[in-house]
């Protein structure tokens, strides 16, 4: 019988891990004390904190000064912008486009989280010039391709969150809105947040993400949305395997080494698929 109840146990670590590797497209981890999240499916690091100039500025009111000081302009299609505090609201963390793109500049400038390359996320245009509107497969509008996007890459794909219109523009899907933050929690806004792509035929406009609805499109840079800032691959630290993963994998490593003499070969491919 013990053979049978350590091929059994093998099997159960085996689907426990493989639903934790299945679901780990985004994986929390830390980094200089800063909360983190991997996205592997675009190979991104998020911060855990989607309203994090809110945060930094209640924990420090001198914030704006630091960034101003650090970033006094931004430069961009339609001209230099002078970074002035009404670019920053308190209240809410929302920023212009000129603010988000200072205070992600910043975060560069400091080296948070150990790294200097943050930004704010991209938006591609990936059809005719300018951004074109749709209710499916577009660069702009709703139920767009995600390729285009990486907030709505986020949102529709790995969030599995579903857009106010549905792909014939018919209006209140089911179940539409950011109803799953994934492991942004309540930090996540149920609003819209800023890219840093410049809307061509009109530079005096950019583009953003609407997280509320799941709608692209490009309003003018001074009016007041929220930044996420966001940077390629992983920090040095790596993230740190779920507790179902840890559990599976001591239970696979117990069972793996009674079946060792057995020439099982399982749950090495298993671990080379996996990790």
């Known amino acids: 019988m013990q053979p049978l109840i350590t091929k059994r146990l093998v099997l159960a670590a085996g689907l426990m891990l493989w639903g934790a590797c299945t679901q ?34 209640d924990a420090d009111n001198t914030v704006i000064a630091d960034i101003i000081a650090a970033v006094p302009t931004i430069t961009s299609g339609n001209g230099t912008h002078n970074v002035v505090t009404g670019d920053f609201n308190t209240i809410n963390g929302r920023m212009t486009w000129y603010g988000a793109m200072a205070w992600v500049e910043w975060l560069g400038s400091i080296a948070y989280a150990g790294a200097d390359d943050w930004r704010l996320p991209a938006i591609i245009d990936t059809g005719a010039p300018g951004f074109v509107f749709a209710y499916v497969g577009s660069d702009a509008g709703y139920n767009v391709d995600t390729s285009s996007s990486e907030v709505a890459h986020l ?26 933050a994934g492991p942004f929690g309540i930090s996540m806004q149920d609003s819209a947040y800023w890219s840093g792509t410049e809307y061509p035929p009109n530079r005096n406009v950019a583009m953003l993400f609407h997280a509320g609805r799941g709608q692209q499109y490009g309003p003018v840079k001074d009016i007041e ?19 179902a ?23 090495a491919a298993f671990r080379e698929q996996c990790f």
């Open 155 to 180: 949102w529709y794909d790995t969030l599995d969150n579903i857009a106010f219109f549905d792909t014939s523009g018919g209006i209140h899907q089911p179940g539409w809105g950011l109803s799953n």
């Open 245 to 267: 993963a840890l559990l599976a994998l001591g239970l696979m490593g117990i069972g793996a080494r009674k079946l060792g003499s057995s020439g099982n070969g399982g749950f």
């Open 24 to 57: 780990a497209a985004l994986m929390p981890y830390e980094s200089g004390g800063v909360q983190l999240v991997y996205d592997d499916a675009q190979d991104l690091t998020w911060t855990r904190d989607a309203n994090l100039f809110k945060t930094q500025y």
């Open 225 to 243: 949305f929220y930044g996420w800032a966001v940077r390629p691959g992983q920090i040095a630290a790596a993230p740190v395997p779920g507790t």
